[in-house]
């Protein structure tokens, strides 16, 4: 029986930080990505910084890191770490990724970059300035069924694009009487658009590019909410936010998010019109793609459900079978091996500062727009 | 063998003009009204008239008209008709119904009223002077799966409604090279405004109420199309047409049209959200309504399709069992049984020429929003 | 003002025995084939017998018929009527379409044939020594989108057929509390067998062909049912019949019915496997017709949806924009407009007692068979 | 910092055979179990053997094994190994099954036990003796959405079940030019049945029971195929294979497969008819759940579609948000924290030897009695 370890190609260091969902999903992928890629050495999970050292110490058993710590610092310190993941709340995304960028660390943060514009802004230039790679977690664009729609649009298959429109829903805020909370708060941001916006316009940007124009509109389905302490409280920001596009590539859109939605759970709705086709997607059924072409013969034209398959690479990694299924944290695995390719010099499917910092203008542009009843240039 | 003819109810006098495919909808609902709900006397089919005698005597004697013309003021002079179904481009619409009206008539009119609205007003003008009923064709909302989500609202199933998706998509014009045609043209109107907005607004006046505010705006998939002539021109409206909406009831919401949406073909999608529940419908299976409810365990909570059925009043008068579903010309034909009704005095679900000012006056705020850049009041 | 009466051709004299659901679905049809279509005189509704003459006499009435009795034999004697509409229970097809074809006159007959093999051989028999028209109604056949797949087979587009299912399911006998009714009982015939199978049976006959060999199996959801004088009665016959098939074609098959499926209306649905493509219809959504080629790139292989259009003749007849969705009455229009076909000479889509012989033949070796515990052949 | 390793409960001792898709797919689970489910200890991977000393030490490290082998004995004789995962070709299982149980390990084997029945049976005695844990890979039961089914019906949610309809289709032999090979020789086994019925057969029996009663039928979509040699060589067993079912519980059902399903890529649907309500399936939207309940007002009934979600355990230690979908290798993944848990000695969901064995027997009977032409017990 051969000995394994000596032989294994130094694999990156890790450093996590923060276990919330999205902390777990990074530990998932860090685990995973190599056993199912098979092409980049096993990265090696060095530490885990939590806000306590006890949960620290606990979720670094879970999830595989050798060393906990309850100092994020310790982990931009470790000269054995190659890459941060940052999955805190975002409030915290900026001095984490730019002590990382700037002690030379690859990062991997979750979006959106930050709370205020300016915060993502520092971002960026600390990423510019360090040479390193810094990629955002905008893992719906790593879908092979998204990939796909890429390449369709990409190669004409849909002619021209000239008009979208992008629905993202969920219920979490659609019982009326879901206590108030900070989430309710004008400091909270804007609501829905900020919560929500950001993943349908990422998928925009990754299939189509980006956009020049907005107009926004914001709605509250409930004007209050009850208070922890009794009585009522008024609802500060909005839970449903809409806008009109015009995309760069000059065709028009809509946009519209709704995190009071009742029934949905996870949808984000793509309807994409091209002169030769049209190209739907629906999150809820991520592993399929409804396409359109006018071609053939009339009488047997329709939409058609593409299954995820081993063609839409890189499904084939997870499942040889087509039509069994990915699931939402894979797209997680795939986004981690796009990173890596990203710091081995490799072509790569990511969003990083720059993609960042041109959805989060988009999304400032709308509540712009709305606080002043016109349309707004987003590179204004 | 008993002779029937004698001991039939005299029933209504009908002329029809024009015999397109309205003309002969409104024939066909004429012609099965009767044996289809089984509680009105037999209209009697007068007189049809068309643009040629030859025209009028063919359409009378394939759609049972006994006598033809090709002069529609023969329809007007006629005492012993009582009803006159207009269906003709709309452009004759006005001078048609404001005739039959002060001739003591009862109109049955397609939608829209008239291209202008100063028309549309002096036909409402008409219509309230003559004591007479005007009811106009907007068959979509006779679907009994329309009447079920107008009755779930109005019962409160979904709870108050807070937001509104509305769209509707053809593809009639998607093709980039159709040769430009008088439709193109701006004297033609708004384009895809005109020509779909009226539906789903129709939808959402009977569901839910009328509209209060408008922000508009439209776009145009292709610049130009072949001219017959050769070369290219320039098209002068819109195949695409979007508005944010605030709706009477403080509901916000959105509408969104394209007559160049490949591989739609008569679909109007609304989407309705409320406190308590989610309705959401789509013509292309109008004989399905899908409802989101939250009650019972959350484990089975989800989106229920509810086919047609006899217990969906008035089904029942078509076909005795559940799920086979209703055609298109059907909801004709019910809404036929609904003029009748309205002539009768009797409680009836139709769109009269008010409703139908409200929802022309709602299209053309929507254009005048685009034209302004700013929100417009629907009744200011 | 010209009178169209004296102009148009003498349209065939109709006669209809029977006012049920069926009896108002002929009389629908025959009051509108004329407007549908355009290409044949309208009918001469003449007679209508029902089982009392005031019944008659109000049916008459309301369907357009001209005269009314309680008699069927008057009809039959009529020397202007030309075809008889029958629509009574199935036990008396027999005698009526006998006397009716032995007095010279085309038959229109609902479909099964009768309830006993020997009665169907003795219509078939009296049919083929008339030298008239008779046409069973096997509505579904009629379907535009069944057409459809019945061409998709016969050019190939799915190549040669191997492998076929047939499901029918509704669910009026799915309360095990509705009470044991004649329907329960031994003489009402095998059950969901004689309800249902003819219907799958029919569309499989239309699209591919006849079946040689079968394999039996019914089964009963419940023991008994509660009786009217009180207690519970055990039921005969079954609500759920299964077969095996094999084909003439060589193809293999299943064929699955059950009228106590819950929430299951007027469910038919056909997966029709070949060696080039995959076709799956359900009668639900009558108006789609899904389908798989084996074609083009691997990557956007899938399921199309083809919504229902004017290409699919007739649907233009009725409604000439796609997608706007034909009702299970029209499908009755299209079957009188086949039968007038037949009796004109030309080319016509129906089944006539030959094809109900071959349905029916299939129908009792099912349950031979499942008497028997083996293979049955269909034409032994 | 602190270190980790320390303090971590010794996991269990992890030995695998076999690295092909399922040999992937364990060790993604034995990778991904601890931090998933956040209750168990890390396991230890320690040995991993493949047929060659290169290709087994290649995968070790790529898979995060310690050591690799080429001689899996090694693995039932390293006495710091728990459990064994074997994933090797079929007819590997019984030897390393029995070897690693009879050395007093645990078993989680890939199904089916093996190809002959004789085989599986000595799997058993040897798993009966050795007081061991050995689990079969049926991995389709872990889903959540099919543990709800079960719930479901056993909380009696549609009532007694009477009928069930079972299929399983893929498409990769609908090619009729795939050429000949040892899968289609007879020696191979019955062809579809072995290749997928099991996997139908581990819901049933999951969600409702075993089978008492079988009539099987089996066909060839084609007679022959290309022979790498030249020329076609005749297909000597069967890419379809249909049985009728009678269960235990006494509820008829039918069951058929096709691995020459063209456009079916992992459809296994079920059918779930109940006194109260009806359940449908379908693997290829393996996240959703259709349910039918006959209850409350008639016009809002229908089939509800029903979201995988944290409340459908396990889904939430993936996913804390509903609707965002699970994948098919997280299946695995549960499966593994079942094999932990019932070595711990907790309830544990899975399908042992004993039921491998029920399942097994029932396709051995499918091929029985399709050899005899008569129904077969299960049982006998």
Known sequence: MSDVAKSVGKGLGIGLIGTGYMGKCHALAW???ASTF?????????????????????????LGFATATADWRDLVANPDIDVISITTPNRFHAQMAIAALEAGKHVWCEKPMAPGFADALAMQAAWRRSGKVAVLGYNYIQNPAMRLIRKLIGEGTIGVVNHVRLEMDEDFMADRETPFAMRNEAS????????????????????????AEVFGEMARPY????HPDGGRRAI??????????????????????NRAAWGRKGRIQLQIFGEAGTIVFDQERFN?????RREGMEETQGFRTILSAPVHKPYDRFIPAPGHGLGFNDLKVIECRELIGRIRGEEACVLDFDDG??????VHAIADSFAKGGWIKVNA
Request: charged letters at 20%.
């Open 31 to 33: 685990n995973a990505v």
């Open 236 to 257: 500060e920001n909005y839970d449903i936010a809409m806008a009109l596009l015009r995309l760069e590539s000059g065709a028009s859109g809509l946009l519209t998010v």
């Open 223 to 226: 004007a209050d909410r009850p």
């Open 288 to 292: 399929e793609v409804q396409l359109f």
């Open 38 to 62: 098979g092409d980049v050495a096993r990265p090696r999970l060095l530490a885990l910084a939590e806000a306590s050292a006890e949960l620290a110490h606990a979720k670094a058993a879970e």
């Open 188 to 211: 909270a941001g804007y609501g829905a658009l900020d919560d929500f916006a950001v993943h349908p316009l990422s998928l925009l940007r990754f299939v189509l590019g980006g956009v």
């Open 357 to 362: 910092i041109a959805i989060e203008r988009t």
